[in-house]
């Protein structure tokens, strides 16, 4: 892939907070699940996202979409003549922006209607947005999307119950795709798939992306999958991101102590593991009232007294990688 790479999404100091209302005492606290979080995601990329669960992946993923409530900043969909500002977008251009870009449901047994057929889940947005003349048209745009999933075409007058795990995940990704969006948010995607059947599912969306021209936000705690499809990866503590990097730079060379912990977390990925892994210890602090200075400071194996007092910011860190530590130099190695 193209270094240079434009970004078809961009992120600008984007918060989502969500009020917790007259529950908490001051009545005006809020869950800060996104803290002013910016990240370009290059045209054309696979682009990993992790982190431990409620550092806020899913709400970031949702943002891009237009379906988390965007409390500050930007986020900016930009492919060729096509630009769109997500927190100031017009009702009638929501429309239009959900052509562009979609989101495929972690879970395909939920995220299929059991008493429609397979061709008709598949029609379902088309018809919603008006996007083909007439039935025929509808039938061959889904009959196209369709093989392209590599679903047999027989199976489109079937209902999802017939099916298993993968080829109902196969329906899903079709179904999000109908519509030729340029964007894809896969959210756990494979998580709840047989192994076997996850490695089919990757090979999938990866040759989807090449034949489709998709740009994927890949969401998933499995760091081993993240290493074998992922082009680039971003790392998510308590809603801010610590780190960004190359696929390969990030797990061969990881530069914030928190990436640390999580990849030693994965044995299998280190040749060298001593057995030793650093285990990342106590609880995640709440997002309604995060740590001060560094929010990963009171969990931080090499945390310095000043960690708790300034907050570290996303800095170049050499090999495209970009790394929020005070200290991320003194700790290479
Ligand atoms: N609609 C909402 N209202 C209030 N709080 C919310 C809402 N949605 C998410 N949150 C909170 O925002 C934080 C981030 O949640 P999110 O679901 O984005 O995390 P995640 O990284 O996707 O976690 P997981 O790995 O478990 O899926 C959590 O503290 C969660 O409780
Ligand atoms: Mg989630």
Redesign the pocket.
């Known amino acids: 892939m193209n270094e240079m790479a434009s970004p078809l999404v961009s992120l600008d100091t984007l918060s989502v907070h969500?009020p917790l209302g007259r529950r908490l005492l001051g009545g005006n606290a809020v869950?800060k699940?996104i803290d002013e979080v910016s990240l370009d995601i290059p045209k054309g990329s696979f682009f990993g996202l992790v982190?431990?669960?409620?550092?806020?992946?899913?709400?970031?993923g949702r943002a891009i979409l237009k379906a988390?409530p965007i409390s500050g900043g930007h986020v900016r969909f930009a492919d060729g003549e096509v630009e769109y500002d997500l927190a100031h977008l017009p009702k009638a251009q929501l429309r239009d922006y959900r052509k562009r870009a979609q989101l495929i449901f972690q879970d395909p047994y939920a995220a299929l209607s059991p008493r429609m057929t397979v061709r008709d889940i598949i029609a379902e947005p088309l018809e919603v947005m008006g996007l083909t003349a007439n039935r025929d048209e509808t039938d061959a745009r889904v009959r196209e999307i369709a093989a392209k999933c590599r679903l047999n075409l027989e199976h489109l007058r079937r209902f999802p119950h017939a099916f298993s795990g993968g080829q109902r995940q196969r329906i899903s990704i079709a179904r999000a795709l109908v519509c030729g969006p340029k964007f894809v948010v896969a959210d756990?995607s494979v998580a709840a798939l047989d192994v076997s059947i996850q490695a089919d599912i990757l090979n999938l969306l990866k040759s989807l992306q090449r034949d489709l021209d998709l740009t994927f936000l890949f969401?998933s705690?499995d760091l081993s999958v993240v290493a074998h499809v992922c082009d680039y990866v971003a790392v998510?503590y308590l809603?801010t991101l610590v780190e960004i990097a190359p696929t390969r730079e990030l797990f061969e060379q990881p530069r914030h102590p928190y990436t640390k912990a999580l990849l030693s977390a994965i044995p299998s990925l280190d040749p060298d593991d001593t057995g030793q892994a650093q285990r990342l210890e106590g609880e995640v602090p709440s997002?309604v009232d995060p740590p001060s200075g560094c929010r990963f400071h009171t969990r931080c194996p090499v945390a310095r007294p000043d960690c708790s007092q300034r907050v570290p910011h996303l800095e170049d860190a050499g090999d495209g990688a970009r790394v929020a530590c005070h200290y991320w130099k003194e700790n290479l190695g």
């Open positions: 969500y869950l699940a982190g431990e669960s409620g550092s806020g992946k899913t709400t970031l988390a756990e969401i705690h998510m809603g997002p």
